[in-house]
């Protein structure tokens, strides 16, 4: 490989670098030097980048920075002034770069209240509308765990102020130095139950960090500076362009541009106050800014188990979770932490995962999977330990949403949102197979219509929304009324039905019937709704990967395939063989498992690919044993043999199908069809095997029965030859492939002739055992002298 | 404006004692003392005069021979200067009295800095003061496309391929015209100090 350009080196450094070309690279950095010096320089140059973007330093031709204009308030007096009669200043409690913060008696409600004066001018310019608004909101948010904000004004000189709850307490982290971890996550619950109050009325805090988080005297949390910190509050003098908040509890998109808050920036906050609850310390601590900054937008923070050992696990997945770089990736409000840390207290199972530590386990896992390949290559291991390594890493690499985990539990809003959508579903079929004449023909299906757009509309916004799993039971729902309603509309339009349309006859009538039904439906209609259903469960499956689409799938496609199977003229045969019927479906769902393993969906391809193949097995027998047939080129009886012989050849001859489908498998080559193969290679030769021996069998007394093939004696004797003649060939024909299932089915059909020839020729033989001793011992050593013997030969030649 | 070291900054104030070395010297520090003491909390009027206090006390140190550069940063020397000067200013200030009773008090009013905080503050300043200059140098000796590309793609995170076009210049030109000026700038910072 040629050096890279410096875009890859770029690529590299950001972890942007495709993973095709990630391996390749740095197998190119081991040998070349040049390449090395580059990146270690890129690296540098990030590193100080990294400090003039935090830095925000100018790179006009001037230079110069602007200074900032500040309104002094200064003493008691003045803010008395500003603040008219309706207040009396006690004193100052604060002052800084920010603001100025007056204790004051109101003396209206003669009550003590917090007054903070927005001292920068440019800062109480920037209060725009918007956060003015916002403030308002917060008027009239009442919580107790919110310090409460009674009045917001305007002095006659334009200084800006915020009127609020007066707080006497402890910082947070002061607080809970003493506390066990339980008394700890009761307090900083009630921050969460405060913060997420605020949340939904679209409140974001902006700057929460421990001197913002008050404990009373009566143990009660109290968050301070809500939602105005930040226009109040920047951290320094420099860069407020950028940034905004204090830096040790920053979340990474309030330190990049452009800078876009959420309520998951709230999160991130809480995230390190949880981390600091947990282990006493900052996830993020250095003290130089640039340094930090970097550590917060690239960096993972230790594991919190790792500081304090004792830490439950699902606390620590909680806390890195809210700890996520990507918003999207962590908790979406402080709601969402709280109920995760509820769940935790309640004792049941938290399903966050921190997406680094998968991210981290999924690249080893890549590398790992890629020396494998080589690994099975170069016959380090065998194409058996590979498959199951294959099988646990690929599990790995996709495991399950844990909305989807969490959409299997039955909790009582999840029983609750089945059995609505199972009702609705009912009320559809009701309307479906009944007939009602209070309502207008063109009308029926309405409800039916309505029911169906309303829930695949919600359960698309709530994937939008991530809500994964209320969108599950909302799509579900819309899955199972989909081919109803289709059903109901065709059905009572008179849309494809058997008067009109020649392959319309009316197959789900005669099913119905029984249940009293008036509704007569034509196959062509029972056609178009299973594909429309198997189109929408394929659709949902690709969109939630939730498993009940899949079987949805299953469903539908049998559905789908038996009226194709009816339209086609072929239910004839189940009049002939009933095991028949079964036998397209078996293929169908064996088919399906296949093209569900193709499209990766290996999981799902399991349940209709086993049972698809177990019933092909199944029918195939019961065909063999049916004096009926289904393929008479394979099963032509000829005119020489006698029933119980064709029954058994007709094993043969799905021995050879099994052998064939095997190969089929395998030549398609992925793990489940390698599986499948496996499966259907051991049943090709027992089957041979076995009907070779049954055929040779005599009268015999079962107990039971007596069971009595009536085979020609010229018959059985060719069978009884072809036994150890078959086996031994097996035996040995194991070798060209390493066909294991042939090799231990020779062992078994040349036992079964040895049983044979001494039951029947040679039990009083007393040599027989011992020759067969002689014999076994001789094959030994011969097969142990002659690789010697042909070494030495080779040797002596060459010499 | 030329670029100076701080050493040759130094050297000039240990050799003349005219007024383009002081100008120089003011030049070089004056705007990081001013930011701190404005971020201390003092007015604008009062951060300029505690920057020019800090300059004097600085100068007149520096020319008794109390400030050896093999012992510390020239930065550190001079924030523990500033430092001194810009809280004698605010003595002067009737504030101190209201930091009292940190724990009865909403303390998170309290916005007057610990030592670390301080120090923190003056680090940034001091930091962003030698990178401007870098970037001014860096600006004067690069050809203007190739420092534009930089400043658009590095530092305003503009998307590569729209600088790429913007500028007429192709994806590779832009990764490499970043990785210049931050290697220069890396220069020019280790020759400031």
Redo the contacts between chains.
């Keep these: 490989m040629d050096c890279p350009e410096q875009e890859t080196i770029e690529h590299y450094i950001s972890g942007q670098l495709e993973t095709s070309k990630l391996a390749e690279f740095e197998v190119h950095l081991e040998t070349c030097g040049h390449c090395k010096t580059k990146l270690a320089e890129a690296r540098e140059n990030e590193k100080l980048l990294s400090e003039l973007r935090f830095l925000g330093t100018t790179t006009s031709s001037e230079g110069n920075s602007v200074t900032t204009q500040r309104v002094y308030i200064g003493t008691v007096e003045r803010a008395q002034e500003l603040l008219g009669s309706k207040y009396r200043v006690v004193r100052m409690v604060g002052h800084g770069g920010a603001g100025e913060v007056f204790q004051v008696i109101d003396t209206v409600l003669d009550r003590q209240v917090a007054v903070k004066f927005l001292t920068r001018k440019d800062t109480a310019e920037k209060l725009n509308k918007q956060r003015w608004q916002e403030a308002r909101l917060l008027g009239q948010l009442n919580h107790p765990n919110v310090a409460q904000v009674y009045n917001i004004g305007e002095s006659e000189d334009g200084v800006r102020y915020i009127v609020m709850e007066w707080v006497e307490g402890l910082l947070l982290t002061d607080a809970w130095r003493e506390m066990s971890l339980q008394q700890r996550l009761g307090l900083y619950l009630q921050v969460l139950d405060g913060i997420s109050a605020a949340h939904r009325r679209g409140i974001i805090h902006r700057d929460i960090k421990p001197p913002n988080i008050l404990v009373t005297a009566a143990n009660k949390a109290k968050v301070l500076d809500f939602g105005i910190a930040v226009d109040e509050q920047p951290f320094m003098s420099i860069n407020e362009s950028r940034y905004r908040g204090t830096p040790a509890f920053s979340a990474p998109e309030q330190i990049t541009a452009p800078v876009e808050v959420s309520p998951a920036t709230d999160v991130f906050a809480l995230g390190i106050l949880l981390y600091d609850l947990l282990t006493d310390t900052l996830p993020f601590d250095e003290t130089d800014p640039a340094a930090l900054f970097d550590s917060i937008k690239n960096k993972h923070p230790e594991l919190p188990s790792a500081i304090q050992e004792k830490i439950p696990i699902a606390l620590q997945n909680i806390c890195l979770k809210a700890l996520e770089k990507n918003p999207h990736r962590r908790y979406r409000t402080a709601r969402d932490l709280l109920d995760d840390i509820n769940r935790y207290l309640r004792g049941e199972k938290v399903w966050s995962r921190p997406s680094f530590l998968l991210d981290k386990v999924q690249q080893e896992v890549f590398y790992h999977r890629q020396k494998l390949k080589v690994w099975l290559n170069n016959e380090l291991v065998t194409q058996r330990e590979y498959d199951k390594l294959e099988s646990i890493y690929e599990r790995m690499m996709s495991p399950d949403d844990p909305s989807i985990i969490e959409a299997r539990k039955l909790s009582l809003s999840q029983v609750c949102l089945y059995l609505g959508g199972w009702i609705a579903v009912l009320g559809s079929f009701v309307l479906f197979y009944k007939t009602w004449d209070q309502i207008p023909i063109y009308w029926r299906p309405a409800p039916a219509i309505v029911a169906t757009v309303l829930m695949v509309i919600f359960g698309l916004t709530m994937w939008r929304r991530k809500e994964s799993r209320l969108s599950v039971g909302f799509l579900a729902t819309a899955n199972l009324l989909i081919p109803i309603t289709i059903l109901l509309t065709l059905g009572q339009w008179e849309i494809l039905s058997a008067h009109y349309f020649s392959w319309g006859k009316e197959t789900v009538y005669h099913f119905l019937k029984g249940a009293g039904s008036y509704v007569i439906v034509g196959n062509m209609q029972l056609y178009l709704s299973s594909w429309c259903w198997l189109a929408f469960s394929f659709l949902f499956l690709r969109l939630t990967k939730s498993s009940i689409f899949a079987c949805f799938s299953i469903i539908s496609f049998l559905i789908w395939l038996t009226t194709c199977y009816i339209i086609g003229g072929m239910e004839v045969w189940k009049q002939d063989i009933i095991a028949g019927r079964y036998l397209f479906p078996g293929i169908g769902m064996f088919v399906l498992g296949m093209i569900l393993d193709r499209r990766k969906y290996t999981p799902y391809a399991w349940p209709p690919g086993a049972a698809g193949l177990t019933m092909i097995i199944i029918t195939l027998s019961v065909i063999a044993l049916s004096d009926q047939t289904l393929f008479g080129w394979i099963y032509r009886k000829p005119e020489f043999l006698k029933s119980a012989e064709h029954h058994l050849l007709s094993f043969m001859c799905n021995g050879v199908i099994y052998l064939g489908l095997a190969c089929v498998c395998r030549l398609l080559g992925t793990r489940f069809q390698r599986a499948l193969a496996q499966v259907l290679s051991w049943l090709g030769p027992l089957h041979f095997l076995a009907v070779l021996r049954i055929l040779d069998l005599d009268k015999q007394n079962l107990g039971f029965c007596i069971l009595d093939l009536d085979i020609p004696h010229l018959h059985r004797m060719f069978y009884r030859f072809l036994l150890p003649v078959a086996s031994l060939a097996f035996v040995f024909g194991s070798v060209v492939r390493q066909m294991k299932s042939f090799f231990f089915s020779g062992l078994a059909g040349i036992a079964a002739s040895v049983h044979k020839l001494t039951v029947e020729h040679l039990d009083k033989f007393f040599a027989w055992p011992i020759s067969l001793i002689i014999t076994g011992i001789t094959w030994m050593f011969v097969s142990w002298l002659v690789p010697r013997w042909k070494a030495s030969v080779a040797i002596k030649r060459q010499q | ?1 030329e670029w100076v070291t701080t050493t040759q900054v130094l050297e000039e104030l240990q050799s003349s004692n005219d007024a383009p070395a002081w100008q120089r010297l003011c030049d070089h520090f004056n ?1 990081v003392v ?2 701190f003491a ?4 003092l ?2 009027p009062d951060a300029e005069d505690a920057a020019q206090e800090t300059m004097l006390a600085f100068v007149k140190a520096f020319r008794d021979g109390k400030y050896n550069r093999d012992k510390g940063h020239l930065s550190d020397w001079l924030f523990g200067i500033a430092k001194h000067v810009i809280l004698n200013f605010r003595k002067r ?3 101190e009295q ?1 930091m009292a009773d940190k ?11 610990d030592d ?1 905080s301080i120090k ?2 003056w ?3 001091w ?2 003061m030698v ?3 870098c ?2 140098q860096a ?1 004067r000796e690069f050809d203007p496309k190739v ?1 534009k590309a930089f ?1 658009l793609y ?4 503009t998307a590569v391929d729209k600088v790429a076009q913007q500028l007429e210049m192709s ?2 030109a832009v ?2 015209a ?2 210049r000026v ?2 220069r ?2 220069e020019l ?1 280790g020759q400031f100090e």
């Design positions: 404006m705007t001013v930011n404005k971020h201390m909390g007015s604008v200030q009737p504030l209201l724990t009865t008090g909403t303390s998170f009013w309290d916005m007057i800095q670390n923190l503050s680090e940034t300043e930091r962003q990178l401007a200059k970037c001014e600006r420092f400043e590095a530092l305003t995170q994806r590779n990764y490499i970043k990785c931050l290697s700038l890396r910072n």
